[in-house]
């Protein structure tokens, strides 16, 4: 009788769907530093702590993040 063993981390389109938001939204979050990932060969992968973390705070959408980032050049 194995216990089901917790995942760490799952992959942009895992997340995409764990948070009912678009792969690109996801990618967005992570260019925009936001949501924070890793590399694992070709894969990139976001813990699920990580996933927990951020949505327990609001966030602005990447978005508007690039576009202030872009006015205050």
Do not use: W
Not at 11 to 39: C, F, G
């Amino acid at each position: 009788m194995n216990a089901p063993i917790e995942r760490l981390a799952v992959d942009i389109r895992e997340a995409a769907q764990l948070l009912s938001v678009s792969p690109r939204t996801i990618q967005n979050y992570i260019r925009a530093k936001m949501l924070p990932a890793r590399k694992i060969g070709r894969r990139t992968v976001i813990s699920t702590r990580a996933l927990e973390i951020f949505l327990r705070t609001d966030h602005p959408s990447p978005s508007e993040v690039d576009n202030d980032a872009v006015e205050s050049r």
